[in-house]
Nanobody, 125 residues
Framework: EVQLVESGGGLVQAGGSLRLSCRASGFTFDDYAMCWFRQAPGKEREGVSCFRSSNGNTYYRDSVKGRFTISSDGAKNTVYLQMNSLKPEDTAVYYC??????????????????WGQGTQVTVSS
C-alpha cells in the first residue's frame, strides 16, 4: 500500500521560508511523478511543483517560479518543497501527490493515484 506523509507546514510571516517534506512508503515504481498541490479556502486545488523521477526534471507553476524549489532524496523516498519569499497568497493546505509514470499535464489533480493528508501553510502579512 502506497502512503504519502507530509510534514513541515506552519505559520510564517510574509517573506519567510518553510520546507515541506513528503515521505513515501510502499512505492515500487521505477518511473514516477511526485508533486505538490495546494488548496486555499474556496478555491480549487492547484498544482504547485512536480518532480519527475526518470530524468530528475522539475516543474513549477508560474507564480512560484524563483521562490520554490522541489527536490528529492531517493534514499529516503522523500520529496521536499523549499518555499522562500512566501506571500500571503501562498496560504493553503499543501498536498503531496504521486503517480506511476509521467503526464505532461502534471498539474491535473485527476491524474494522481496517491495523496497525502495535507499540511497547512499560513503566511501572515
Amino acid at each position: 500500500e502506497v502512503q504519502l506523509v507530509e510534514s513541515g507546514g506552519g505559520l510564517v510571516q510574509a517573506g519567510g521560508s518553510l520546507r515541506l517534506s513528503c515521505r513515501a512508503s510502499g512505492f515500487t515504481f521505477d518511473d514516477y511523478a511526485m508533486c505538490w498541490f495546494r488548496q486555499a479556502p474556496g478555491k480549487e486545488r492547484e498544482g504547485v511543483s512536480c518532480f519527475r523521477s526518470s530524468n530528475g526534471n522539475t516543474y513549477y507553476r508560474d507564480s512560484v517560479k524563483g521562490r520554490f524549489t522541489i527536490s528529492s532524496d531517493g534514499a529516503k523516498n522523500t520529496v521536499y518543497l523549499q518555499m522562500n519569499s512566501l506571500k500571503p497568497e501562498d496560504t493553503a493546505v499543501y498536498y503531496c501527490a504521486a503517480r506511476p509514470g509521467w503526464e505532461v499535464r502534471w498539474w491535473i489533480t485527476d491524474l494522481y493515484d496517491y495523496w497525502g493528508q495535507g499540511t497547512q501553510v499560513t503566511v501572515s502579512s
